[in-house]
């Protein structure tokens, strides 16, 4: 007889320090609260993350695997290997979804090669929240990740991004390090035609949220600091 197999529960987190079950639905708790195996990218944050949303579970019996820019193929390759046994799995993102902007998607690739059920769970992304919020076109649209770091590589990428949002009628959306998105929005504002519609929102889901949407020549006007603070940019030219 086959061992049934555990499953890979991707578990959202929230997007900043509010409580939890503010943005996260209950379905959440109740998956922490009956499994003790999990991915994670730091410890001390995922521990303090479990246990805010279930303060009565055992720390000591967790087992928590750290994936990140130091985990080598050979480690990924074992931290499925609980559900091998019949033993669930969680999946946690620093911040929002799981695997979405995130280094858990070659889990889940992994989970598929392996016959593991992978079940995704409801939970903020900002990056969805951020195109549902800007009034650009949620029917078509590409996340592109970080723009280039270099002044002319990054001001050519703008122009490309902006060719292809007219061309195809599709919100280009991309995040930046947070102590650099002054910088970004400057080049924006300096790069983009002055129509083109740009959209910063910052702070999601928590009581500083900031969502603005307007010409690249109107954000020469905008008090708002955006420095150090989590923020998804959205460009469209009509």
């Known amino acids: 007889m086959t061992k ?3 499953d890979l ?6 997007l900043g320090d509010n409580p939890p079950l503010e943005v996260l639905p209950i379905a959440i708790k109740k998956v922490i609260e009956h499994i003790d195996d999990y991915i994670v990218e730091n410890e001390k944050t995922a521990r303090r993350f ?7 579970k055992s720390q000591p019996k967790l087992k928590l695997s750290v994936l990140n820019k130091y985990t080598t193929e050979g480690e990924r390759h074992t931290f499925l ?5 019949g033993t669930s799995i969680g999946l946690l993102s620093e911040a ?4 979405i902007a995130d280094p858990g998607s070659d889990i889940v690739g992994l989970a598929h090669e392996m016959n593991i059920k992978v079940i995704p769970l409801v939970g903020p992304s900002s990056i969805v929240l951020a195109l549902m919020a800007s009034g650009m076109n949620g029917q078509s649209f590409c996340f592109n990740g970080y723009l280039p770091i270099d002044k002319s ?4 990428k703008i122009k490309t991004l902006e060719r292809l949002s007219s061309d195809q009628n599709q919100a280009q959306i ?3 390090t947070p102590y650099r998105n002054m910088k970004l929005l400057e080049d924006l504002m300096n790069t983009l035609q002055p129509s083109t519609r740009v959209c910063v929102a910052c702070d999601l889901t928590l009581p500083t949220e900031f969502i603005k949407t307007m010409p690249a020549k109107s954000w020469k006007y905008s008090k708002e600091d955006f ?4 923020a998804i940019f959205i460009i469209q030219k009509d």
């Open 4 to 6: 049934k197999l555990g």
């Open 9 to 14: 529960y991707l578990i959202p987190t929230r």
């Open 50 to 56: 479990i246990k805010r949303v279930s303060p009565s």
């Open 81 to 85: 290997n609980p559900c091998l046994e």
């Open 96 to 99: 929002g979804c799981p695997a």
């Open 153 to 156: 590589e990054r001001k050519s």
């Open 174 to 176: 991309f995040i930046e």
């Open 227 to 230: 420095h150090k603070r989590p």
